[in-house]
């Protein structure tokens, strides 16, 4: 098995990676993936923090989705760089049925926080799924890196009392409620979760304001969408985030 080169992808923003075997992933992962001859390994990739999203701006594709597009292209040049020769196919993004909170809990990346975004006892809810590929490769798998869920000690529980729509108390999420204040006129949480700024945990990976409302634009966006589409008392499959973003 070969090392894996995981430099380039850190200095590209990309510093959260992990290795699996194909054959060792459940089979409900294994039949959506459909692998191919020679493909023997899936590659998740992800970022914690605002490098990542640093390096967007250095390079800034344009486009519609320039965090999707500067990742495809990030993947392209590493295996250039760094695999020459090996083959590669790019689950995500794109339009595969990916399940990547089912990868990140098998990784050890994602546990779920009272405000439906994945967390992490360092990264806090500042990091994301940013592509999933197989390859030919022959890494050494990755182990589980799993800090456990912080939200099972936290006490104080900000992020219930930060939300203004109330769609935390209960202890269930109430999309219906977070989708309605979303989507009225003026609303603090347009571009950005008042509840998930106000959690504390990785507190110093907060993204950069600009990243947090493009991301938050992108999701209001599909809500609005959404909503327009469908007649009354129907509920959106996600209200908080776009598929690509988190």
């Known amino acids: 098995m070969t090392d894996f080169p995981g430099t380039f992808l850190d200095r590209a923003g990309l510093n959260r990676q ?44 344009g486009g519609e989705h320039p965090i999707d597009d500067y990742c495809i292209r990030t993947v392209a040049d590493w295996f250039a760089a760094c695999l020459p020769g090996r083959r590669y196919r790019l689950l995500y993004p794109g339009d595969a049925p990916v399940g990547l909170q089912a990868l990140g809990r098998l990784a050890g990346w994602h546990h779920a926080s009272p405000f439906m975004v994945g967390i992490d006892a360092d990264w806090g809810s500042w990091y994301a799924y940013r592509a999933v590929l197989v390859a030919d490769t022959d ?52 571009e950005g979760c008042l509840a998930r700024t106000a959690c504390p945990v990785g507190a110093e990976h907060r993204y950069a304001d600009a990243q947090i409302a493009h991301s938050y634009r992108q999701s209001l966006a599909m ?22 973003t988190r």
């Open 139 to 190: 890494f050494a798998p990755s182990p589980v890196v799993d800090r456990g869920n912080p939200c099972l000690d936290c006490r104080r529980m900000p992020c219930i009392a930060a939300c203004p729509a109330g769609a935390l108390n209960g202890g269930r999420f109430d999309l219906d409620a977070c989708s309605d204040w979303r989507l009225a006129a003026h609303s603090r949480c347009a």
């Open 18 to 61: 992990h290795v699996f075997e194909l054959a060792a992933l459940p089979e409900d992962i294994r039949s959506g993936i459909a692998a191919q001859p020679g493909e023997t390994q899936l590659i998740l990739l992800g970022h914690g923090g605002r490098r990542l999203w640093e390096c967007v701006q250095a390079a800034w594709p």
């Open 223 to 244: 809500l609005r969408a959404w909503r327009e589409a469908q007649p009354t008392g129907l509920t959106p499959p996600s209200a908080t985030q776009p598929r690509t």
